[in-house]
């Protein structure tokens, strides 16, 4: 993390670096005081947006994503306390944004497309409904838009 104001110099030092897997492939989201971030190694992490005070920090807690090929690269969404995080193993997780009460939590629920093999963007989530874009591989190149209604 760095300050948004610069630090008055022509290189900046992070405020703080999170420890993540081999590799971040998604956007960050911040809300509510947490930063959601994925992997390519699967996992997913919540952070504390103002650090732990010391210049490394553990995640507050350590989401698993499910399925082969699981990597995590778009930016989470979040609403009405849940956490909503695309892989790209044609799934969408939804996580309790605050987690689970242990260090490591598996989703509470999985939006599912039809057999296809990439959700690849970034959920959306507006007035109780969930968006997001997949495309079929196992076929022709299909993209698709999938929506589901989900309990506010």
Not at 17 to 41: E, M
Not at 66 to 88: D, F, K, R, W
Request: net charge negative.
């Amino acid at each position: 993390a760095f300050s948004a104001a610069g630090c008055g110099h022509s290189t900046c030092q992070p405020l703080w670096i999170g420890t993540t897997g081999p590799f971040v492939l998604s956007s960050p989201s911040v809300a509510n005081g947490i930063v959601y971030v994925g992997d390519g190694d699967s996992l997913f992490y919540a952070f504390k947006a103002s650090g732990c005070g010391s210049t490394t920090c553990s995640p507050l807690w350590t989401g698993q994503a499910i399925g082969e090929q699981a990597a995590i690269t778009s930016a989470p969404a979040v609403a009405n306390g849940l956490v909503y995080v695309s892989e790209n193993n044609g799934m969408v997780m939804v996580f309790n944004a605050n987690g689970c009460g242990t260090s490591f939590c598996f989703p509470i629920s999985q939006l599912m497309t039809n057999n296809e093999q990439i959700v690849s963007s970034s959920p959306a989530v507006v007035n109780g409904s969930v968006y997001f874009g997949s495309a079929d591989q196992n076929q022709a190149p299909i993209g698709r838009l999938y929506v589901f209604k989900v309990a506010n």
